[in-house]
């Protein structure tokens, strides 16, 4: 089974330059997420799809951060305009969403954002 | 607000040793608790606990959920160098959302 796919796995910008990141989930997986993580602490979570609705997006800066999941499936992530403070890993992970084991979450392995 | 503290946060243990590390939790609606192992980027699932008292066990590995005292521990016996990681905590509400991590123990196991 293929796991949760991101890319790109690194990127180097400018404060207030833009930037995407791009996750293709596990197969069949209707919930995905995407995660924060900077140097030295949890992942925290920036926004949670099911499907092609957002169910919580509550730690979402959106006036710069923003992300869709067109047909339910692939998801991007961008940041426009980047701050310093976004330097951090980004990690996608994803869920079968229903069941017993929905909120088992399988991770993608991460975008290594730095922002100079 | 949702929070999520994990003890150690950092420990270093000889081969052969036994870990036990631990996490507790403030959660509206408490639905579970995960344990992830994390060595380089991505972490890898190891235990999803829901009810008090069952001890979730694999191999080396095992783990037990208190919701009456709000904590959970992981234990790692005979330790071995390949355990080397950030082990993270996390907890989700009733509604499967809300996910919020704990900032991990990082476990340096020596030869």
């Known amino acids: 089974e293929a796991g949760v796919a991101q890319s790109p796995r690194y990127k180097i910008i400018e404060k207030r330059q833009s930037v995407a990141f791009w996750c293709n989930p596990i197969?069949?997986?209707?919930?995905l997420y995407w995660y924060q993580q900077i140097l030295g602490q949890g992942p925290k979570l920036l926004i949670q799809?099911?499907?092609?609705?957002?169910?919580?997006d509550s730690q979402l800066p959106k006036d710069r951060f923003s992300a869709e999941r067109l047909k339910g499936v692939d998801s991007t992530l961008k940041i426009q305009p980047a701050k310093l403070e976004d330097s951090a890993v980004y990690l996608c992970?994803?869920?079968?969403?229903?069941?017993?084991?929905?909120?088992?979450?399988?991770f993608g392995p991460g975008t290594r954002l730095t922002v100079t | 607000e949702d929070k999520v503290v994990q003890s150690p946060l950092s420990l270093v243990v000889h081969e052969g040793d036994t870990v036990t590390l631990n996490c507790s939790y403030e959660?509206?609606?408490?639905?579970?608790l995960l344990w992830y192992k994390q060595e380089k980027k991505a972490p890898t699932f190891l235990f999803m606990l829901?009810?008090?008292?069952i001890e979730k066990k694999s191999g080396r590995l095992s783990s037990i959920l208190d919701k009456k005292e709000l904590f959970s521990i992981l234990n790692i016996t005979a330790t071995q160098t390949g355990d080397s990681a950030v082990y993270l905590c996390?907890?989700?509400?009733?509604?499967?959302?809300?996910?919020?991590f704990g900032p991990g123990t990082r476990l340096s196991v020596l030869p």
């Open positions: 992970a994803s869920s079968l969403g229903t069941g017993a084991h929905s909120y088992e979450q399988y």
């Open positions: 197969s069949g997986h209707a919930t």
């Open positions: 799809f099911q499907n092609n609705g957002v169910v919580d």
């Open positions: 959660v509206t609606n408490f639905r579970s």
């Open positions: 829901t009810s008090s008292g």
């Open positions: 996390a907890v989700s509400d009733n509604y499967g959302q809300n996910f919020v």
